[in-house]
């Protein structure tokens, strides 16, 4: 069936079908009605799979892919014209010039986080560049999926845009066929299997895959703007971002205040019990929800069914640990634990702009070794994953995770070890803007980074000597609601980029074209053979080249 699908599309492109103005404008205007005229559907479908509010849906969603589309059909004719391109003067009379030509069959394999967004608005890009599509919506968002999938052929074209449903398997047999661009969003894990067969054929990859984003507060921010925006692009969908802050590097004189700020600011976003909130989701399922179970300090889940007496005692036991550790924490921090450490670091300490960037190894993993300098321990601590400042309360037959604040999380926690995609967000306390630098330089390069700080020269020494697909000064998730910026990862947050005219130009072949007149035969000149004549001239070429 999928190479049917293939076939059928690599016809239908090889027709001419999907190169003329007229085709792709039609496209993308029909992908607009798709998403406006189906709002109700698409926001029932999300709230099915995900939990997601209607308000995230319709902002982070669909009015996204509707801007995208809108926005590169109007721009067509100015990127599909011929761009010319000076010749250099040896060849004269001659003239060159690009243009921009559909790579042909693509293939978008998209996530379940945003099930709507990241399905159809790289298509929007592949349509604006003039190729047939075969799309993969994800498994795990089988509403969506299903949805899409109705909805596709009676809005677009159906013999240039196909949706193919299914797990692994169909997206194992999609792979072996000869695309002619692989457009992935997802896991890096998957996005290596993606890339090993795109090999195979030699078929280009656009990888989107994600990372650990860090966040660097300093006590030059505003702390109340930093932690309302900071909750807002952690919380939104439930941490389930690919851009969302991962966690925070606090200084010792603001890190406290920041969580504490954050905490009200959840309860400002989602009130006293988010689980009762239309605005706060779920995890997505259950594998996932065990997961980052995990990730919480020992003793806050309750495991789901206790196998004997003598394990509900030891969970009772760790559950009575965990509750008289944090109590001798609330001790120790109201005698002024959190002043003494900022007493005690060095805060006037400042990066400088002109320094050389660390080098970032994209081998590197989150478990890299770090110097005790550049972390602070927070007295009153004891577990490696923090102080739970909110949160930390479960539903597991509703997948619900609240909103939940770790403060003074070591960099072995196992919340550190890996991406946590979802409302867990552990704050450390690091040195200074120096030591947060060289934090981010030992780990992979993460898909974006946020800086909290108006001293200038912090924000240029991050722009300068950090490596991330995008930075963010004093604003999360911005660059992923703009056409105009280019939206990608670096290193093993992902390869390639998209939106507007970046995504344009990932769906295309950029084709040189040259030509030049055949009278006079001014190429006469360095035809062979080669005589001393010859020679003396090129002699003088090489002089005014």
């Not at 159809?120 to 999926?145: F, V």
């Not at 072996?176 to 090993?196: A, D, E, L, Q, S």
């Not at 590097?249 to 504490?260: K, Q, R």
């Not at 509900?312 to 450490?341: C, H, K, L, P």
Request: with cysteine; proline share 7%; hydrophobic share 40%.
């Amino acid at each position: 069936m999928t190479n049917q699908t293939f076939e059928q599309l690599k016809k239908t492109y090889e027709s001419g079908r999907t190169r003329p103005l007229a085709w792709r404008r039609a496209q993308l205007n029909a992908l607009r009605r798709l998403v406006t005229e189906n709002r109700d559907a698409f926001v029932s479908s999300a709230m099915a799979d995900l939990g997601k509010p209607a308000a995230e849906t319709v902002l982070m969603e669909l009015n996204l892919v509707a801007g995208e589309a809108q926005f590169v059909r109007n721009r067509l004719s100015l990127w599909t014209a011929r761009h010319p391109k000076a010749m250099h003067w040896m060849l004269q009379p001659a003239a060159g010039w690009t243009i921009a030509e559909p790579k042909g069959v693509v293939l978008i394999i998209s996530p379940w986080n945003y099930p709507v967004l990241l399905a159809l608005e790289p298509m929007a890009d592949a349509l604006a560049a003039g190729n047939a599509i075969c799309l993969k919506p994800s498994e795990l968002s089988p509403n969506t999926s299903r949805l899409i999938a109705e909805l596709v052929p009676q809005y677009l074209d159906p013999e240039a845009v196909r949706v193919v449903e299914g797990g692994p398997k169909e997206t194992g047999e999609l792979l072996k066929c000869p695309f002619n661009h692989i457009f992935y969003t997802g896991g890096g894990h998957v996005g290596k299997i993606v890339m090993r067969a795109a090999a195979e054929h030699l078929t280009p990859v656009t990888l989107e895959l994600g990372g650990k984003s860090p966040c660097f507060v300093d006590r030059t921010a505003d702390i109340n703007v930093a932690a309302r925006r900071i909750a807002w692009g952690k919380f939104t969908n439930a941490g389930q971002t690919c851009v969302a802050p991962d966690y925070v590097l606090a200084t010792p004189d603001v890190a406290e205040a920041l969580a504490e700020r954050i905490a009200v600011a959840i309860t400002e976003f989602y009130g006293e019990d988010p689980k009762a909130s239309p605005d706060f989701g779920r995890i997505i399922n259950d594998r996932h929800f065990e997961r980052l179970c995990k990730l919480l300090p020992v003793g806050t889940v309750p495991p789901e069914e206790p196998s004997s007496p003598l394990v509900q005692v030891a969970s009772a036991v760790g559950a009575a640990m965990d509750m008289v550790g944090r109590r001798f924490n609330a001790v120790t921090t109201g005698r002024g634990g959190a002043g003494e450490m900022a007493g005690s670091a060095n805060n006037a300490a400042k990066p400088t702009a002109g320094s050389n960037m660390a080098a970032a190894d994209d081998g590197a993993t989150a478990s890299a070794a770090v110097e005790p300098s550049e972390i602070h321990k927070v007295p009153g601590v004891f577990g490696l994953a923090g102080r739970i400042v909110c949160g930390g309360k479960v539903d597991r037959a509703a997948r619900y995770i609240a909103p939940t604040v770790l403060y003074g999380t070591s960099p072995d926690a196992p919340v550190m070890k890996e991406e946590i995609f979802g409302p867990i967000l552990p704050i450390l306390v690091v040195e200074d803007a120096e030591s947060a630098i060289r934090f981010i330089n030992k780990r992979s390069r993460p898909l974006a980074a946020y800086v909290f700080s108006r001293d200038h020269e912090v924000r240029l020494t991050f722009e300068r000597q950090t490596s991330s697909g995008a930075l963010g000064y004093s604003l999360p998730l911005g660059h992923l609601l703009s056409s105009r910026l280019p939206f990608g990862g670096v290193g093993a947050s992902g390869i390639g980029t998209y939106h507007g005219k970046a995504g344009f130009l990932t769906f295309s072949h950029v084709k040189t074209v040259v030509t030049k007149p055949q009278f006079p035969d001014t190429l006469r000149l360095v035809y062979p053979p080669f005589n001393e004549a010859k020679a003396k001239l090129f002699d003088i070429i090489a002089k005014f080249s």
